[in-house]
C-alpha cells in the first residue's frame, strides 16, 4: 500500500503536508494542493481509514458489493444469511449498491480497500457469468450468485439444473406424463440450466417430453422482460390433449398460471398441478392452494460465501471451486397425485 511518506518523497513536500492535503485542509497552498494530488492520483493512494487500530490486530469487518441484491426481494436473503454467519463471531458487514455501475463499483473497492475490510463478497441479482477483474483489493473476493469462467474467483450459485430436475421428478413420480413447460427468457443461465435437468429426469423416468409444450413464460431481453405466461398458458390449456401439470420458470409465472386456470374455470390441483421455482413468500404462501415450488438457496449462499471467503485466504493461488448450492423441493398444495 502507497504511504504519505512517499507521496510526500515524490511531491517534494513534507508529510505533514500531504497529511493537511488528504484531510481536506483549505489553508494548504492551492499550488502545492494540486501539485500532490496529482501525485496521490497516480499513486492510487488510499487513505487507511483504519490508522486508528493498534498495529496487529485485524479488523472485524468484512464486505458485501451488490448490483442489486440489496434492494431486490428475490435475492435480499444473500445479505441476510451473510449478516447471519458474521454475527456469529461478532463480526459486520459494510454493504454497498453499486446499481451495475461500474464507475460506483471502483469507488467502492477503494473504499473496501480503505476501510481494510477482511474480504468481499460479490453478489449478483441473478445466476450469471461475471468477472469482476482485477480490482483495487488485496484480500479475500468470493462470488455469490454469478461465477467467472476462467477466473480463480471462488464462488457459490444456485444449483438450477438440479432444481430443474426436482420440478419435474416431482410431477413424473406422482403420475403425470403431459407437462407443459413455461420458461424464463432463454439468453440467461437459469432456463438452460433447468431445462437441462427436467430434460434428464424425463429420461430417467422412461418418459419423452413433449417439445411442443415448452414455451416461453416472459420475453423481451434481460432487465427489460415481458410477462406473457398467461397468454401462453391459455393457449396451452385449451389443446384438445391440454397438459396436466405445468412447470413454471418462476413463482411470478406460476401466478398468472393460477389466473389461466381460473378463466378456462380449471380447479389447481384437481384438473391442472402447478409447480414454481423460487420460493418467493408473498407469492407461494398467499395463492390457494399454496404453491409447490423450489427454493432458491439464498441464504444459505451467502451464510456459505461468508465461511468460503475466510477459507479462501488461506488456499494456494489458483484455487477457484465453483459450489454449487442444492435448490430444495417445497411441496405444498398445488400439485396432486394421478391415480
Known amino acids: 500500500m502507497v504511504t504519505l511518506r512517499e507521496v510526500a518523497k515524490l511531491s517534494g513536500v513534507s508529510i505533514k503536508t500531504v497529511s493537511r492535503i488528504v484531510n481536506g485542509d483549505p489553508a494548504v497552498n492551492a499550488k502545492t494542493r494540486d501539485s500532490v494530488q496529482v501525485h496521490l492520483q497516480n499513486l492510487n493512494y488510499v487513505p487507511n481509514q483504519a490508522a486508528r487500530m493498534m498495529r496487529g490486530v485485524q479488523s472485524s469487518v468484512y464486505g458485501l458489493m451488490t448490483d442489486a441484491v440489496a434492494t431486490t426481494p428475490y435475492s435480499v436473503d444473500i445479505v441476510r444469511g451473510a449478516q447471519a454467519a458474521l454475527k456469529e463471531q461478532n463480526q459486520t458487514l459494510l454493504i454497498a449498491n453499486s446499481n451495475g455501475d461500474a464507475e460506483q463499483e471502483v469507488e467502492f473497492w477503494r473504499m473496501f480497500r480503505a476501510q481494510r475490510v477482511r474480504g468481499v463478497i460479490y453478489a449478483s441479482v441473478f445466476h450469471r457469468s461475471h468477472n469482476v477483474g482485477r480490482p483495487a483489493f488485496n484480500d479475500s473476493i468470493v462470488l455469490a450468485n454469478c461465477y467467472a469462467s ?73 432487465h427489460g422482460e415481458s410477462m406473457v405466461a398467461y397468454e401462453a398458458a391459455l393457449k396451452m390449456l385449451q389443446q384438445k390433449n391440454r397438459p396436466t401439470a405445468i412447470i413454471c420458470g418462476h413463482d411470478a409465472v406460476a401466478f398468472h398460471v393460477y389466473a389461466a386456470a381460473a378463466h378456462l374455470r380449471l380447479s389447481v390441483p384437481q384438473d391442472l398441478s402447478i409447480m414454481g421455482f423460487d420460493d418467493l413468500k408473498v407469492i407461494t404462501e398467499n395463492l390457494h ?51
Not at 441464504?299 to 461468508?306: H, K, L, N, S
Open 150 to 222: 476462467g477466473s480463480d474467483r471462488p464462488s457459490l450459485v444456485p444449483d438450477d439444473e438440479g432444481g430443474g430436475y426436482a420440478q419435474a421428478e416431482h410431477l413424473l413420480r406422482n403420475g403425470h406424463r403431459r407437462i407443459g413447460l413455461l420458461t424464463l427468457i432463454p439468453k440467461i443461465d437459469a432456463t438452460r440450466l433447468r431445462g437441462i435437468g427436467i430434460r434428464r429426469a424425463f429420461k430417467d423416468a422412461g418418459v419423452t417430453f413433449d417439445e411442443s409444450l415448452n414455451q416461453q413464460g416472459m420475453i423481451g431481453p434481460v
Open 289 to 339: 392452494p399454496r404453491l409447490t415450488t423450489v427454493a432458491l438457496p439464498y441464504f444459505e449462499i451467502g451464510r456459505r460465501a461468508v465461511e468460503l471467503m475466510r477459507e479462501s485466504t488461506h488456499q494456494k493461488e489458483g484455487w477457484a471451486p465453483k459450489i454449487l448450492v442444492p435448490c430444495p423441493l417445497v411441496e405444498r398444495g398445488s400439485c396432486r397425485t394421478l391415480s
